[in-house]
């Protein structure tokens, strides 16, 4: 009988991300040995910084829970905007498909960064509705410039679940008396959510990858404070800021993109 | 139109600056893009050999790269490797300079991001391969190598087709963040314009139509390429 420990293949793999992941660590140890200890220790200090935008950690101003905040606000905005759109897609009439299929590829096939900056110039710092002054400071034009694309992946998303529920579900609801928006409501939309969650989630790390890009608007976002508040440690230092930076989008990323192909494999299989 | 003020087209400089930009922003999508597909290719290879260590190293690579912001990766890959790393004396001038430009700092990021998608989507058109395809390939004393680049890429690279122009535009779109290491792309030559002429919504508008133009055509070569390839049951021909 063989004695030795048998490791399945997946087990095999995560030995070695492992063994990745401990030798990182033992050159973190080094370096912080040879010297990079000190600047391990100016990261520590303004990581309240990085994190909250504050050097104290609180109130919360900016850093990456700005970041965040943000890609939080701009999701919910795009859910709502993608979902009519993707839903007008796939209307009837050619006068709300046409433009909506015009305004899809326009916001897919521009750039996000670019699409930001326009957004940083076409949006008037306030508008004037019935007497009330809303004003678009810097952060709800970044949310609206980071929700445009967005929603106009996630309109694909929601038109391809709601063209993958059996047509028999139209049928029956259409037989049954519905009007095409109740249909949505009641029948479609529902079943349809379930095929939209790993998509809709996809999204959503790609989303909080691209609040990187709001820097530009100027709001305090982690990078901004990165370029700016930081820019008195010196060269060497800034690595080890840039590494810690990384590292924060990563750990909140890679949860959420691991979580989403769990639901996607749930998924695949269902046929209502 | 619309109270927008054009007339600052009409200056040669601009459209000498406008032209230059889309010409940079063009050959920065094409380098990176090959070797972002070339990357992709190797990546996928790797993973169907199913060697263990191999595939924890490029699922490692993948997750990194998928899940960390380009913008950073560059602004980190731009001031490591020519801030501390790489540097070369002028001879000229007797200077340090950095020996990789901002144009290759930003090439090798952008290819490192986009061949980690690319991985991805190689490795679920191949995945999709039936097996009885190679193993008449191998009974007919095809090597792992001839399998691999004259039955599987073939056949693979028609299914993974649609992902990859999702890919290729994606990563055609993130050569405009290559403006902030001061590439002199489309997008930088936008700023130096607005700089200059205070006309930003103008330019920034014509841009956002510059780049939407430049991506149509790139989604629809490759569908049109998608169409002129398609194989009797695989991909659209199904």
């Given at each position: 009988?063989n004695m030795?420990f ?6 095999k793999k ?10 990182i660590?033992?050159?973190?140890a ?9 600047h ?9 910084l990085?994190?909250?935008g ?14 965040i ?6 999701m ?12 007008s ?26 699409l930001?900056?326009?957004?940083l ?5 306030q ?7 809303i004003?678009?400071p ?7 410039g ?15 679940a709601?063209?993958?529920i059996h ?16 249909i949505?409501?009641h ?10 969650i ?11 990858i691209?609040?990187a890009l709001?820097?530009?608007?100027g ?6 404070i990165?370029?700016?508040?930081l ?11 840039y ?5 924060l ?6 949860p ?9 494999r ?6 209502i | ?19 230059t ?15 972002a ?31 960390t912001?380009?913008?950073l ?12 790393g ?12 950095p ?16 061949g ?17 395809i ?10 792992r ?16 087709l ?28 936008a ?23 430049l ?9 049109r ?14």
């Amino acid at each position: 009988m063989n004695m030795t420990f048998e490791l399945s293949y997946e087990g095999k793999k995560r030995l070695v991300i492992g063994g990745v992941l401990a030798a990182i660590a033992a050159w973190i140890a080094v370096d912080a040995m040879a010297g990079g200890a000190e600047h391990w220790a100016r990261v520590f200090v303004r990581l309240p910084l990085l994190l909250t935008g504050q050097g104290d950690g609180w109130p919360i101003t900016g850093g990456f829970a700005l970041n965040i905040l943000l890609s939080i606000a701009s999701m919910a905005v795009a859910t709502v905007l993608g979902t009519l759109l993707g839903i007008s897609t796939l209307a009837q009439s050619p006068y709300l498909r046409l433009p909506a299929f015009f305004i899809m590829n326009f916001l897919r096939n521009s750039p996000w960064l670019v699409l930001l900056f326009a957004m940083l110039f076409i949006l008037p710092f306030q508008v004037e509705v019935f007497g009330l002054r809303i004003p678009f400071p810097p952060f709800v034009k970044a949310v609206i410039g980071l929700a445009l694309p967005t929603a106009a992946n996630l309109s694909e998303v929601v038109r391809g679940a709601v063209q993958s529920i059996h047509s028999g579900q139209w049928e029956a609801a259409r037989a049954l008396g519905y009007t095409t928006p109740q249909i949505y409501r009641h029948v479609i939309l529902p079943q349809a959510l379930r095929r939209m969650i790993p998509g809709w989630m996809n999204l959503y790390a790609l989303l909080t990858i691209a609040t990187a890009l709001a820097t530009v608007t100027g709001i305090q976002d982690v990078l901004t404070i990165l370029n700016t508040s930081l820019a008195m440690e010196s060269e060497r230092v800034l690595v080890y800021f840039y590494l810690t930076t990384l590292f924060l989008f990563f750990a909140y990323c890679y949860p959420i993109a691991i979580f989403a192909r769990r639901l996607e494999r749930a998924v695949k299989g269902d046929n209502i | 139109m619309f109270g927008l003020d054009y007339s600052w087209l009409a200056d040669p400089a601009y459209q000498n600056w406008l032209v230059t930009g889309v010409i940079n922003t063009l050959e920065l999508a094409a380098l990176s893009s090959s070797v972002a597909i070339l990357i992709g290719m190797l990546g996928a290879l790797g993973l169907s050999l199913r060697v263990f260590w191999l595939d924890a190293l490029i699922e490692f690579f993948v997750e990194v790269f998928r899940n960390t912001p380009p913008l950073l990766q560059m602004l980190f890959a731009y001031f490591t490797l020519s801030t501390l790393g790489l540097k070369t004396t002028d001879p000229v001038t007797g200077l340090e300079v950095p020996l990789l430009s901002a144009f290759a700092c930003a090439c090798i990021s952008l290819s490192l991001f986009g061949g980690a998608l690319a991985i991805e989507a190689f490795r679920s058109g191949l995945e999709t391969m039936p097996k009885a395809i190679t193993e008449a390939g191998r009974s007919l004393g095809y090597s792992r190598w001839a399998r691999f680049w004259r039955i599987e890429v073939p056949i693979a690279s028609r299914v993974c087709l649609p992902s990859l122009t999702n890919i290729l535009t994606n990563l055609f779109k993130t050569t405009s963040q290559a403006s902030v290491i001061t590439v002199p792309e489309l997008m930088y030559y936008a700023g130096q314009i607005y700089n200059d002429t205070f006309r930003t919504l103008e330019v920034m508008i014509l841009i956002l139509i510059i780049y939407v133009v430049l991506v149509s055509i790139l989604s629809y070569g490759m569908s049109r390429l998608e169409a002129y390839l398609t194989l009797p049951g695989y991909g659209k021909g199904q």
